[in-house]
T-cell receptor, first 111, second 115 residues
Framework: GEDVEQSLFLSVREGDSSVINCTYTDSSSTYLYWYKQEPGAGLQLLTYIFSNMDMKQDQRLTVLLNKKDKHLSLRIADTQTGDSAIYFCAESIGGYQKVTFGTGTKLQVIP | NAGVMQNPRHLVRRRGQEARLRCSPMKGHSHVYWYRQLPEEGLKFMVYLQKENIIDESGMPKERFSAEFPKEGPSILRIQQVVRGDSAAYFC?????????????FGPGTRLTVL
């Protein structure tokens, strides 16, 4: 079945690295995503990873995928106050675009 | 190229009224998705449409909710006889034809409040 879980809250100091974790249950996931939602706004796609990859790096963002444990993480290097937002992990299954979202992790960056 | 547009951004309705939410996909996009976000929760898939066709409405409540994406004009999510539990943010996303994965672009959402 489809179920994506995340911790609800993370607090880090400005300049430190943030690691947001996610677990999913459907082993047939094709794509896994990270979205960012700022207050009162829609979702911004940050990055995604194909399920046959282990890692993807994009500037300050590093995505790690452990298929065996069905664990996905997003590392933000040199976290800035502008990174404060809710981060959603999401998965899509097969060739279909239906996306299942986690409950979101609220990242608070302390100056 | 304008992004996905949704209107209204905020909508207030009394119980029993109808709510109509509109979504204009990005130019060239023919796939539209509607999601609902309840307070303090993630997004839940509602319906996936292509032009003039409903592809998957498995996330849509069986009663009172309907969606369309006509050949011309925006996609419409319609909620009849709204109840307080319908209060949520409704997000639309669009993607171009023939691809999947990285291409769902979200609108800013419509925040529905039912009094």
């Amino acid at each position: 079945g489809e179920d994506v879980e995340q911790s609800l809250f993370l607090s880090v100091r400005e300049g430190d690295s943030s690691v947001i974790n996610c677990t999913y249950t459907d082993s047939s996931s094709t794509y896994l995503y990270w979205y960012k939602q700022e207050p009162g706004a829609g979702l911004q796609l940050l990055t995604y990873i194909f399920s046959n990859m282990d890692m993807k790096q994009d500037q300050r963002l590093t995505v790690l995928l452990n298929k065996k444990d069905k664990h996905l993480s997003l590392r933000i290097a040199d976290t800035q106050t502008g990174d404060s937002a809710i981060y959603f992990c999401a998965e899509s299954i097969g060739g279909y675009q239906k996306v299942t979202f986690g409950t979101g992790t609220k990242l608070q960056v302390i100056p | 190229n304008a992004g996905v547009m949704q209107n209204p951004r905020h909508l207030v309705r009394r119980r029993g009224q109808e709510a109509r939410l509109r979504c204009s996909p990005m130019k060239g996009h023919s796939h539209v998705y509607w999601y609902r976000q309840l307070p303090e929760e993630g997004l839940k898939f509602m319906v996936y449409l292509q032009k003039e066709n409903i592809i998957d409405e498995s996330g849509m409540p069986k009663e009172r909710f309907s969606a369309e994406f006509p050949k011309e004009g925006p996609s419409i999510l319609r909620i009849q006889q709204v109840v307080r539990g319908d209060s949520a943010a409704y997000f639309c996303a669009s993607s171009p034809p023939g691809r999947y994965g990285d291409t769902q672009y979200f609108g800013p959402g419509t925040r529905l409040t039912v009094l």
